[in-house]
């Protein structure tokens, strides 16, 4: 079977996020890559749980609270279509277009 020790031990606790719902309506976790079934929970809800029971390939928990979900901040930063377009006019005003571009690096030879 499975020689590696599981990473939870019963009594711990963690956050946790139910990822899925198994077959028998219990939510799934996972802590460290092993899964725990939590009942009373459904998928997307964010728990602390404890660990009650721990076998080879699994465990189960309970909810000890529920939690609000963390909110992550997007490394995207998104603008409006006006601000947008308001950066545009932006930029037009900043530099002035000219017929000359370039006329001062021929100067040089």
Known sequence: MNDKEAPVKAG??????????????????????????VPNTKKGDYVKVKVTKVLANAGFAEVVEKLEKPIRESKFETISAQEFHESEEDLSE?????????????DED
């Open 12 to 37: 711990e606790l963690y956050d946790v996020f139910i990822g899925s719902v198994g077959g028998k309506g219990d939510g799934i976790a996972k802590v460290k890559g092993f899964v725990l079934f």
């Open 94 to 106: 900043k530099y002035e277009e000219s017929d000359d571009f370039g006329a001062d690096l021929d």
